[in-house]
């Protein structure tokens, strides 16, 4: 098939744009003609509360990848969504993950459909987002509608799906596993490149620092009387997206300035393996969540994780076998890294994520477009 895929890819950084990009070399493995089309402009500057939007890190070779599209000029959106229409993929794959590019991709969508022979499929990561403004449900409307058939990577998605069209051909397929972050090594090796002392366990806060994401349980949590002694240290490996301050001010609050180690930046793709590599277990003590990337770089390099039980969390990490799934509560939080290290569950853990690897396989999920597809188009045709 010739297959286009809209949405974040490089020059663009963060989670979204490397997966468009693995999704895109997996359909290329599999014999596809495959191309990226991403934004000229993503989000305009007051909107981006980070520090660039752009990575460092090499374009993928032999991935093609075109720069077209802006996030807010409708008569670029007309431009591309005609010439999309006319080139007549048999597939496209829209990417979804804020209501804001509603407008933009939905209005593309409605111009390709228009061919009658393209395929038009959303890949949705929220339907509902985790930070809720004005004008969230119609931008998101106009984007589901404008798509033959659905994907979402946690069945809280989905369900969510149902509150706009209850009807649309939908399928879910979990976040498949980044495997392109870099090679496993030793707990040994890694510390040593990143300057840490072997001689403590670490637990490691991946990605973007936002408030629904708990970073402030986990610290709570630690401060906990039964861990003092427990040669313990986070390592919190993102840049702060929320006031940096007050998660400063609360380490300060409970003594812990030697037990928490911020590395304020974003981590290019070629820095990702050397802590996860170093880390015991990956810590996810969301608010909210649907699904989330970080889980799935931490099947590839074998570690445990603590997800709370939100969104989609837990359908990704089997409770007292691949980790742990609490409470979004500094108490639960401290009883599972407690009982983590009191009981050496390290081990096993490792052991039955390494198993568990094979489920989250990125044939599994470019399965659901081909059955996605098929579906639509035989409800096309049957009209």
């Known amino acids: 098939m010739k297959i286009v895929i809209i949405g974040p890819a490089h020059p663009y950084r963060g989670g979204i744009a490397a997966f468009n990009e693995r999704l895109a070399q997996e359909f290329i493995r599999e014999g596809h003609e495959v191309r990226i089309e991403t934004f000229t402009l993503q989000y305009p500057g007051f909107l981006f509360p980070g520090k660039t939007q752009f990575s460092d890190d090499p374009q993928p070779e032999g991935l093609p990848i075109k720069r077209t599209i802006s996030s807010i000029n409708p008569l670029n959106w007309l431009s591309v969504g005609s010439r999309l229409r006319k080139e007549e993929p048999d597939l496209v794959i829209s990417r979804f993950w804020i209501p804001f590019i509603g407008p933009s991709i939905g209005t593309i969508n409605r111009l390709i459909g228009r061919n009658r022979k393209t395929t038009v499929i959303g890949l949705t990561d929220n339907i509902i987002p985790h ?22 990577m946690s069945e809280s998605v989905l369900c969510d799906l149902d509150t706009f069209d209850n009807l649309k051909p939908r399928r879910f397929g979990p976040h498949p596993i980044y495997d392109h972050y870099g090679d496993i090594t030793t707990r040994e090796e890694a510390l040593k490149i990143l300057g840490l002392d072997p001689n403590f366990n670490y637990l490691l806060f991946f990605g973007l620092i936002r408030d629904y994401k708990g970073l402030d349980l986990v610290i709570e949590a630690l401060a906990d009387k039964r861990l003092v002694n427990k040669k313990i240290r986070l ?83 089997a409770h007292q076998k691949a980790g742990y799934v609490c409470e979004p509560e500094p ?6 890294i407690l009982d983590f290290y009191d009981q050496e569950r390290k081990s096993n853990f490792e052991d039955f994520v390494k198993k568990e690897k094979e489920r989250f396989a990125w044939h599994h999920f470019t399965r659901l477009f081909y059955e996605l597809k098929t579906e639509t188009d035989d409800k096309k045709h049957s009209r």
């Open 235 to 317: 390592i919190v490996a993102g840049e702060f997206y929320s006031d940096e301050k007050k998660y400063r001010d609360l380490v300060s609050t409970h003594q812990l300035d030697d037990d928490i180690i911020f590395i304020d930046r974003y981590i290019p793709n070629n820095e990702v393996a050397n802590y996860f590599n170093a880390s015991d277990m990956v810590v996810q003590p969301y608010k909210s969540a649907t699904q989330s990337g970080v889980t799935q770089v931490a099947y590839h390099f074998g570690k445990p994780m603590l997800v709370t039980n939100v969104g989609g969390l837990p359908e990704i990490v």
């Open 331 to 336: 108490e639960s939080i401290s009883e599972a």
């Open 131 to 152: 930070e809720k403004k004005p004008g969230d449900r119609p931008l998101t409307k106009w984007f589901i509608h404008s798509c033959d058939g659905i994907i979402a």
